[in-house]
């Protein structure tokens, strides 16, 4: 199924390198604290993207990773920014932040002149992957500083500096696993292979998010490594899950991963369990909110549902794999929801557009962030799925909160083209019913080009399912969860209101009556075009989309789980054949 995707953007390496410029002084210029440490580690991703992207564009011209002028100051780069972090990390965020002097000069050599593409680090984004962890990692691992340290773009060139500062060695490597995602292989040139492999009798250390389905990229790294003559002893793992690999591994790399060292840090361990109240997010929030002696709970991977409904029967839905890590926090008759939005700048930016969304009304209210979490009031509701709602003022409220949207609140990302929904949609609808279907939604959208000059894209919600939204009891519709989803690891992105409005109608399952009046009242909020043909086009984009999420959700999950998303699938499955036969 197509489901997911990363955020990509264009950028020219000479803006890049000045607002890095101007993000590492501002931060020297900083009084230390918590919020100083979180900027040093916004600024290292931001440089850790930029080093990604010229290294794969240096990759996609040679067809192999080489050596480098610029590879080798970004690497140096990283290396300095990590020191700093983990000095930061290491002083419980107090005293002078030292930097080391050669980082302008360094950032100076990462100007290829040419644009670069730079894709957003999904640990970073999605999955509360902190750096300390693998700071923490490192330093238990008792390795020496000549290890050889090498890092698998995209994120593990970042994550590589980490271990390489924790240790105490030169520069990380960077490599490239390319290939069929389960079977990935390397391409390295002859002098690159030389300076790895200087030494083969030194340990390697194999840095990278995961592993995932295959654990391919990890292998890969590995097999290379033994052809060339390291001992298997040599290699030691750095992932961040202390999960084995997924189904698609093969029998050789299980047996592998069984065997060789592996090092692993949760985030638990790191801030939530933490010893060290300063290094706490507890504490964070405490002071944020100004209490103490507060009740925490862990509402991440669905358990959410049991504090809003009666009985595990009536619960929704839950992809846990996506699901961001959120907590419950209680002090007296007050409660607050502390969830993950992101280390990077897109964290503090939804912090702003929540404000704004609840200033007008919407949404719960934020109180604030602190390092990679927004904080918002608890609000107390029944889920719009387990309401008895009036369905008039149920839609003047959806359209008032989706036209809203649509009138005050731009894009801040791009997402994917109609004809990439198409596209997937046709994808996704063949593999979950057959070729017949397939046809039958490609005639029934017909070409996408000609609604391409009408569409606008805007800060669209992207998750209108009806558990999503609370009411209140003076009856107001509150929309929760309302920052995320156009930022996700999925493949939509930030999209025309048109979305959002076949979203809602296939969530709140409206008729086409009522469909017709939600269009019309955005349509008078938001001065869009919202008629049939572009409508019906979105709503068979969304079921597909929905049907591959779903369906994708079902593996590794509790029974009872299975059981919620399957009722989900096939909910959209019988309203896509609805649409289908007209």
Same mark, same amino acid.
């Given at each position: 199924?197509?489901?997911?995707?990363?955020?990509?953007?264009?950028?020219?390496?000479?803006?890049?390198?000045?607002?890095?410029?101007?993000?590492?002084?501002?931060?020297?210029?900083?009084?230390?604290?918590?919020?100083?440490?979180?900027?040093?580690?916004?600024?290292?991703?931001?440089?850790?993207?930029?080093?990604?992207?010229?290294?794969?564009?240096?990759?996609?011209?040679?067809?192999?990773?080489?050596?480098?002028? /610029?590879?080798?100051?970004?690497?140096?780069?990283?290396?300095?920014?990590?020191?700093?972090?983990?000095?930061?990390?290491?002083?419980?965020?107090?005293?002078?932040?030292?930097?080391?002097?050669?980082?302008?000069?360094?950032?100076?050599?990462?100007?290829?002149?040419?644009?670069?593409?730079?894709?957003?680090?999904?640990?970073?984004?999605?999955?509360?992957?902190?750096?300390?962890?693998?700071?923490?990692?490192?330093?238990?691992?008792?390795?020496?500083?000549?290890?050889?340290?090498?890092?698998?773009? @995209?994120?593990?060139?970042?994550?590589?500096?980490?271990?390489?500062?924790?240790?105490?060695?030169?520069?990380?490597?960077?490599?490239?696993?390319?290939?069929? $995602?389960?079977?990935?292989?390397?391409?390295?040139?002859?002098?690159?292979?030389?300076?790895?492999?200087?030494?083969?009798?030194?340990?390697?250390?194999?840095?990278?998010?995961?592993?995932?389905?295959?654990?391919?990229?990890?292998? @890969?790294?590995?097999?290379?490594?033994?052809?060339?003559?390291?001992?298997?002893?040599?290699?030691?793992?750095?992932?961040?899950?202390?999960?084995?690999?997924?189904?698609?591994?093969?029998?050789?790399?299980?047996?592998?991963?069984?065997?060789?060292?592996?090092?692993?840090?949760?985030?638990?361990? /790191?801030?939530?369990?933490?010893?060290?109240? +300063?290094?706490?997010?507890?504490?964070? +929030?405490?002071?944020?909110?100004?209490?103490?002696? /507060?009740?925490?709970?862990?509402?991440?991977?669905?358990?959410?549902?049991?504090?809003?409904?009666?009985?595990?029967?009536?619960?929704?839905?839950?992809?846990?794999?996506?699901?961001?890590?959120?907590?419950?926090?209680?002090?007296?008759?007050?409660?607050?929801?502390?969830?993950?939005?992101?280390?990077?700048?897109?964290?503090?930016?939804?912090?702003?557009?929540?404000?704004?969304?609840?200033?007008?009304?919407?949404?719960?209210?934020?109180?604030?962030?602190?390092?990679?979490?927004?904080?918002?009031?608890?609000?107390?509701?029944?889920?719009?799925?387990?309401?008895?709602?009036?369905?008039?003022?149920?839609?003047?409220?959806?359209?008032?909160?989706?036209?809203?949207?649509?009138?005050?609140?731009?894009?801040?990302?791009?997402?994917?083209?109609?004809?990439?929904?198409?596209?997937?949609?046709?994808?996704?609808?063949?593999?979950?019913?057959?070729?017949?279907?397939?046809?039958?939604?490609?005639?029934?959208?017909?070409? $996408?080009?000609?609604?391409?000059?009408?569409?606008?894209?805007?800060? @669209?919600?992207?998750?209108?399912?009806?558990?999503?939204?609370?009411?209140?009891?003076?009856?107001?519709?509150?929309?929760?969860?309302?920052?995320?989803?156009?930022?996700?690891?999925?493949?939509?992105?930030?999209?025309?209101?048109?979305?959002?409005?076949?979203?809602?109608?296939?969530?709140?399952?409206?008729?086409?009556?009522?469909?017709?009046?939600?269009?019309?009242?955005?349509?008078?909020?938001?001065?869009?075009?919202?008629?049939?043909?572009?409508?019906?086009?979105?709503?068979?984009?969304?079921?597909?989309?929905?049907?591959?999420?779903?369906?994708?959700?079902?593996?590794?999950?509790?029974?009872?789980?299975?059981?919620?998303?399957?009722?989900?699938?096939?909910?959209?499955?019988?309203?896509?054949?609805?649409?289908?036969?007209?």
């Amino acid at each position: 199924m197509l489901v997911y995707g990363d955020i990509r953007r264009i950028e020219r390496p000479a803006t890049v390198c000045a607002a890095l410029a101007a993000a590492m002084v501002a931060c020297t210029r900083m009084p230390p604290g918590l919020r100083r440490h979180a900027a040093l580690v916004r600024a290292f991703i931001a440089t850790g993207e930029l080093v990604q992207g010229l290294a794969d564009q240096e990759f996609e011209r040679k067809g192999a990773d080489d050596v480098s002028k /610029v590879q080798e100051a970004g690497a140096r780069l990283l290396l300095t920014h990590a020191q700093a972090v983990m000095q930061s990390w290491q002083n419980n965020f107090g005293g002078e932040l030292l930097l080391a002097n050669a980082w302008k000069s360094l950032l100076e050599h990462l100007d290829s002149g040419e644009p670069v593409q730079m894709k957003e680090t999904e640990g970073f984004a999605f999955y509360a992957l902190y750096p300390e962890s693998y700071l923490q990692a490192a330093l238990s691992s008792q390795l020496t500083s000549n290890t050889v340290v090498i890092g698998l773009r @995209s994120i593990g060139v970042t994550l590589a500096a980490l271990v390489a500062a924790a240790l105490g060695s030169g520069p990380a490597f960077s490599l490239r696993p390319t290939g069929h $995602p389960f079977q990935r292989r390397m391409q390295v040139t002859a002098e690159l292979s030389g300076r790895i492999l200087a030494d083969p009798e030194s340990n390697f250390a194999i840095v990278d998010e995961g592993p995932g389905l295959s654990g391919s990229s990890f292998g @890969s790294v590995a097999d290379w490594l033994e052809a060339h003559g390291v001992k298997p002893h040599r290699l030691h793992f750095f992932p961040s899950h202390a999960g084995e690999p997924g189904p698609r591994a093969s029998t050789d790399q299980r047996q592998r991963w069984r065997e060789r060292a592996r090092y692993v840090v949760s985030m638990d361990d /790191v801030i939530i369990r933490s010893p060290k109240p +300063v290094r706490n997010l507890q504490t964070w +929030v405490s002071e944020l909110v100004g209490v103490e002696g /507060v009740s925490w709970q862990d509402l991440s991977g669905g358990v959410w549902r049991g504090i809003h409904y009666a009985k595990p029967g009536d619960w929704p839905p839950s992809h846990i794999q996506m699901e961001k890590r959120k907590f419950l926090m209680r002090a007296g008759d007050q409660s607050w929801l502390i969830k993950f939005a992101g280390l990077s700048d897109a964290g503090s930016n939804k912090a702003r557009r929540g404000t704004l969304l609840n200033e007008a009304g919407f949404t719960p209210d934020i109180v604030g962030a602190c390092y990679g979490f927004t904080v918002e009031r608890w609000v107390r509701g029944t889920p719009a799925d387990a309401a008895d709602l009036d369905r008039s003022n149920i839609i003047d409220q959806l359209a008032r909160y989706l036209g809203f949207r649509a009138r005050h609140m731009s894009a801040p990302n791009s997402g994917a083209s109609l004809d990439e929904l198409c596209h997937m949609a046709v994808f996704n609808v063949e593999k979950a019913r057959d070729s017949e279907a397939a046809g039958k939604l490609r005639q029934l959208i017909g070409n $996408p080009d000609r609604l391409v000059r009408r569409l606008r894209r805007i800060d @669209s919600d992207n998750r209108l399912h009806r558990w999503e939204w609370l009411v209140t009891a003076t009856g107001q519709l509150l929309k929760t969860d309302a920052l995320d989803h156009n930022c996700a690891h999925d493949m939509i992105g930030c999209q025309d209101v048109a979305w959002d409005v076949a979203g809602a109608c296939v969530e709140f399952d409206l008729s086409a009556v009522e469909r017709d009046r939600l269009a019309d009242i955005v349509s008078q909020h938001a001065d869009c075009d919202l008629r049939d043909d572009l409508l019906t086009a979105f709503e068979a984009c969304y079921l597909a989309f929905q049907i591959g999420l779903w369906t994708g959700a079902r593996n590794g999950i509790p029974r009872a789980e299975t059981a919620r998303i399957d009722k989900a699938a096939e909910s959209y499955l019988r309203r896509l054949q609805l649409l289908l036969s007209g």
